[in-house]
């Protein structure tokens, strides 16, 4: 019996291939044969949209569309799964340790945090609650970016379903958070102050930093659950940038299954904390 005219069809062995090279060129991401499935479901509702009928129809309008429609694929097949205070002894660590340690000292400009790979903004939030808890408004400048423009955009509205407040201890969704009403009824949102505090951008980790505020060294980097998603080449040079990027004596916190100890130029100094060597305590 034939297929349905609009059934379609998972991509061949040609087709995966084709995407997984695109993916890889313009996101560092490669996507590994058990991703062909991933690809698929992710890809479908966008290429019946267009009315085509192979994935191999939609590569050549991905190839004629350019960047755009290029954003378009990719915001589909990143994933953006993220929680507040996600490993929550790292935001212990930089409320006991990084925060005061700054406070200390004098210093002619503000603490810049960046938060890389934010996805929608759940992380950049949770540091700004820290930041604000700790050391009063003003003074630092949070940096969030990712290659998906759908979760940046969720991440700027800086709202989210009532079922997410449980993530936030309870104190600090009564001080940073509004509870929505009306037609926001079961959302709560991040308040104007806290919004302020956090520039949202895109940006490709991928790319070299020397790209509008990214040319800033940064006192504090998060990059967390994002490195376990390149091959060895893209890695390398993720962490070269993002090392670079690092000032003297700055932190990097990386995912729970992530590990650096291999990496020349910074020392763990706790489980997925690491500093920058020259600066690095014993």
């Known amino acids: ?65 350019g960047d755009e429609e290029r954003t378009r694929l990719i915001d589909r097949i990143t994933t953006n799964e993220t929680s507040f205070f996600r490993e929550p002894r790292q935001f212990d660590f930089l409320a006991r340790e990084v925060l005061p340690q700054w406070q200390r000292q004098p210093h002619s400009r503000p603490l810049r945090i960046w938060s890389a790979g934010c996805s929608t903004g759940e992380e950049p939030y949770s540091i700004a609650m820290v930041v604000r808890e700790t050391l009063g408004e003003g003074g630092v400048e949070i940096t969030a970016t990712d290659l998906s423009m759908r979760a940046l955009r969720e991440a700027a509205a800086g709202e989210w379903p009532m079922s997410k407040a449980s993530q936030i201890p309870k104190p600090l969704l009564r001080r940073h958070m509004w509870k929505g009403i009306g037609p926001n009824r079961g959302k709560f949102a991040a308040s104007p102050q806290l919004r302020a505090m956090i520039a949202f951008s895109p940006f490709n980790l991928n790319d070299d930093l020397d790209y509008g505020s990214m040319r800033a060294r940064f006192d504090v980097i ?24 690092l000032a003297s004596g700055g932190y990097l916190f990386v995912g729970h299954a992530e590990s650096l100890n291999a990496v020349a130029g910074v020392r763990c100094i706790e489980p997925t904390v690491y500093v920058r060597a020259d600066e690095a305590r014993a």
């Open 1 to 65: 019996m034939n297929a349905p005219v609009d059934e379609l069809r998972p991509p061949t062995d040609r087709e995966f291939r084709l995407f997984q090279k695109l993916v890889y060129e313009h996101a560092g991401i490669h996507l590994a044969p058990i991703k062909r499935a991933l690809l698929s479901g992710r890809l479908s509702r966008r290429i019946r949209e267009l009315g085509l009928k192979t994935f191999g129809a939609y590569y050549d309008f991905v190839q004629e569309h």
């Open 222 to 245: 998060f990059c967390r659950n994002v490195l376990i998603y390149f091959d060895r080449a893209s890695k390398a040079r993720v962490l070269a940038n993002l090392l670079g990027s």
